[in-house]
């Protein structure tokens, strides 16, 4: 017990090791900066300026588009790369297993999305009456919805033989279309049953549901269910990840 | 765990599709050796090494490291070793002493250890006042230099090398292969897969020569050079060599090829006396002047060559002899690239 103690709290050390070091060397990218930053700030303004929609309401759509976006966005731009320079063999040559190699890359994107996401936060609050209701719901909607997100990024990333732009591209081809059946724009209580259904399946759903109920509002699904979805697509993504991996191991 | 051999591989196989790059090949390295793995582009030796660490996954077969079998114990596995792959697989963006301390986290080397650790290796290395620059600015030698220092970061039992000193300045060549001897000389076991076959003569206390994915001949350089006795040659260079000269050594009795290398003319042969005094007939009824004559036993680029047919000089130089499984990977890094 106390051995796999010690094994647990090294792997989460080396975990964080690779997180900080693609933190410092990937955030910056201009990759990072596009799809990141400029991608999600540039839909919501084109998809929410001149609607009659009171910015308060419209803070949780920008937090949650920025949470998808910047979280998803770091591991197709850090693993092709690597993979291409061959570094990410060291991390396959390293006493770690690959899960912790795949948790300090989701890490790396975790951190990112939710440092971009604070910002629309602080402006609601600050300047157009946005409260926080729940803290709870806020945190677990934006460490869940960055986990969830940034593992899918990773997942994506993982795909045998990629480039970054390669992997951007069938990445979009999924966030995208998400972006309109998940209740982002319309509200999921006011979609047609068929709609509810499939918006159910999106785990953007889950996060524009908490991060309106954490700001005062409803959520549809409840809390409750809007966690659990989130938690199980965050393993999910991480063993699609895994897999990839193993696929890509067994062809090299 | 006290294993016999610091590493033991049987029945390695690796197959890409229908190509078999590795066939089923078996052998141990013995603690404390330099072993050398020999071969032509695309024999296999690359795709046998990242069998070997951990980045590729065998298609049959097993290997152990220091008594742990890489696919069952990989944590114990991966422990035991450094590894310096075909490319500096560096951070370009850090510097290195950054990319030291990375991979020592890597291995979870406590900080006192690693920062000491860093500092003796960069000193090592000639790197010493480069530490904090990025390696962006960084010469192919210095790179390869990081590269090195990074595997021996962990301090571990056996260095993986591939190809340590290919296309490198002399000054990195000399600082490398001093490294290698005083590590081996510390207790490192050292795998080493080299085109250079002086090099490998030199260093290594065995040799492994693989071709098309099979192990060929495992011994000491000069028990190999010895099974080969009957591949002896005479070297001759003439102060104004005529024209067509190396046609006209050919067509000499009892050679069996001639390979001109700078100046000199190397005449292959299984009996050096009868060629020598052909070749002073030779010399005499064109009123040649000899500047060189040397008998030479067989060198181990002989052994090579009589083993895989192919001569490392021209393959090192000639892209177009890379295997298929070799253009395949480059293909491959190609399109990442663009």
Not at chain 2, 79 to 92: A, K, T
Request: net charge positive.
């Amino acid at each position: 017990m106390k051995l796999n103690r010690g094994r647990l709290v090294r792997e989460m050390r080396v975990a964080w090791a690779i997180a900080s070091k693609d933190m410092r060397t990937y955030y910056t990218r201009p990759a990072s900066i596009m799809f990141g930053i400029l991608f999600p700030f540039s839909l919501f303004l084109s998809f929410s300026v001149g609607r009659n929609v009171p910015v308060a309401l419209q803070i949780p759509i920008l937090i949650s588009q920025t949470l998808f976006f910047a979280s998803s966005s770091i591991g197709p731009v850090i693993i092709p790369s690597e993979r291409m320079n061959q570094t990410f063999d060291r991390f396959l040559t390293s006493p770690v297993s690959l899960l912790t190699v795949l948790m300090g890359k989701t890490l790396a994107g975790v951190l990112y999305g939710v440092g971009i996401s604070v910002i629309p936060i602080l402006v609601g609050v600050a300047f157009f009456g946005s409260h926080v209701a729940s803290l709870e719901a806020l945190a677990a909607c934006m460490g869940l919805s960055a986990l969830g997100f940034s593992a899918m990024g990773i997942a994506f990333a993982s795909m045998p033989g990629q480039s970054p732009g390669q992997v951007m591209m069938p990445l979009n081809f999924v966030r995208i279309p998400l972006l309109f059946i998940s209740g982002v724009y319309i509200p999921v209580k006011e979609l047609p049953p068929w709609a509810q259904a499939t918006s159910f399946l999106s785990p953007l759903t889950h996060t524009i549901e908490l991060a309106r109920y954490a700001l005062g509002g409803e959520t549809f699904f409840g809390p409750a269910l809007n966690i659990i979805v989130l938690a199980a697509y965050t393993a999910l993504f991480l063993l699609v990840g895994i897999r990839f991996h193993i696929m890509n191991q067994r062809k090299e | 765990m006290q294993a016999q051999y610091a590493i033991e591989v049987s029945n390695l196989t690796k197959k890409f599709g229908d190509l078999v790059a590795v066939d089923h090949i078996s052998f141990k390295v013995k603690k404390g050796e330099i072993f050398g793995f020999l071969g032509p582009n695309g024999a296999g030796k690359t795709t046998t090494i990242r069998m070997l660490t951990g980045i590729s996954i065998p298609t049959e077969g097993t290997a152990s490291i220091m008594g742990y079998d890489i696919q069952r114990e990989p944590v114990k596995a991966k422990e035991q070793m450094g590894i310096v792959p075909d490319i500096s697989n560096v951070y370009n963006e850090l510097s290195a002493w950054d990319n030291l301390i990375f991979t020592a986290k890597l291995y979870d080397v406590p900080k006192a250890y690693r920062e000491s650790r860093a500092e003796e290796l960069l000193k090592m290395f000639g790197l010493h006042d480069r530490s904090r620059e990025k390696l962006q600015g960084f010469s192919r030698g210095m790179k390869r230099r990081v590269c090195i220092a990074m595997a021996l970061m962990n301090q571990s039992s056996i260095l993986f090398l591939d190809e340590p000193t290919s296309g490198l300045d002399v000054q990195s060549v000399i600082v490398i292969r001093e490294t290698i001897r005083r590590l081996n000389e510390q207790g490192l076991t050292i795998f080493l897969t080299t085109h250079n076959l002086e090099e490998a003569s030199q260093m290594c206390d065995r040799i492994a020569i693989i071709n098309h994915g099979r192990i060929a001949a495992i011994d000491t350089p000069e028990k190999l050079k010895r099974t080969f006795e009957s591949v002896q040659s005479v070297e001759i260079a003439f102060e104004d060599p005529p024209p067509n000269a190396a046609e006209d050594l050919g067509r000499l009795p009892r050679v069996s090829e001639v390979v001109k290398s700078g100046d000199k003319f190397r005449l292959y042969t299984d009996d050096p006396p009868s060629v020598l005094t052909s070749t002073w007939n030779y010399v005499q009824s064109r009123n040649l002047r000899l500047v060189t004559v040397n008998t030479l036993g067989p060198s181990l680029e002989d052994v090579f060559v009589k083993l895989t047919g192919i001569r490392p000089s021209v393959a090192s130089h000639e892209a177009g002899t890379r295997s298929s499984e070799e253009t395949k990977r480059e293909r491959g890094r190609r399109r990442l690239n663009q």
